[in-house]
């Protein structure tokens, strides 16, 4: 009888070691999080403010635009230079996140790709110049993809990334097309 209790002690050992390793794991994880959190935080707004800056440079401030999900007014002294707007679209490797700067008049200022999974070399260059260049300045009206080297007015598509091309494009035109129906509609300029 003596061997029976031996194993079932050691089995409820076990069992009280693991469950006090599991306890304490978590309080060292909690302690960690709760020390981490504020500092990852601070940073995250300050990636974005250091994002804004780099899509608009010449703003002082970025106030949150009421009712628009992401969105920042860049203003210069109290004046709106431009908003940020927030897109996605689906390219050919999947899903496309961007920050879209236009201007009050509904013209593409710049843009940012946060996020994609567009082929190396290829894809990914609609993230660098010269293809950014193509799309500055734009309205919506002109921003639609074309292989044809004479039109000038459109942009030109990147040779062997059409559908990135494609994507990103239309990512932007949503967002001058979303500011301009803001603006149309009373938003505040």
């Not at 500092?39 to 106030?63: C, G, N, T, W, Y």
């Not at 660098?128 to 002109?142: I, Q, S, T, V, Y």
């Not at 062997?160 to 091309?165: D, F, M, P, Q």
Request: with cysteine.
């Amino acid at each position: 009888m003596s061997e029976s209790k031996e194993p079932k002690n050691s089995i409820v050992k076990i069992a009280t070691n693991l469950m006090a390793a599991c306890f304490i794991s978590g309080l060292v994880i909690g302690a960690v999080y709760f020390v981490t959190a504020p500092v990852a935080a601070q940073k995250a707004v300050e990636r974005k403010e250091v994002s804004m800056r780099e899509l608009i440079p010449d703003a002082d401030h970025f106030a949150e635009v009421s009712g628009q999900d992401g969105w920042y007014r860049a203003e210069k002294s109290g004046e709106a230079v431009g908003y940020i707007v927030p897109a996605h679209t689906k390219g050919y490797g999947g899903d496309i996140k961007l920050l879209v700067a236009v201007t009050p008049d509904a013209h593409v200022i710049d843009y940012k790709i946060l996020a994609h999974n567009e082929t190396p070399g290829l894809g990914d260059n609609a993230s660098k110049e010269p293809f950014r260049a193509k799309l500055r300045g734009k309205g919506a009206d002109h921003l639609e993809v074309t292989k044809d080297r004479n039109n000038t007015e459109d942009v030109q598509a990147m040779t062997g990334a059409t559908i990135s091309s494609r994507a990103v494009t239309r990512g932007v035109k949503s967002a001058v097309t979303a500011v301009s129906d803001y603006l149309a509609e009373g938003g505040a300029k």
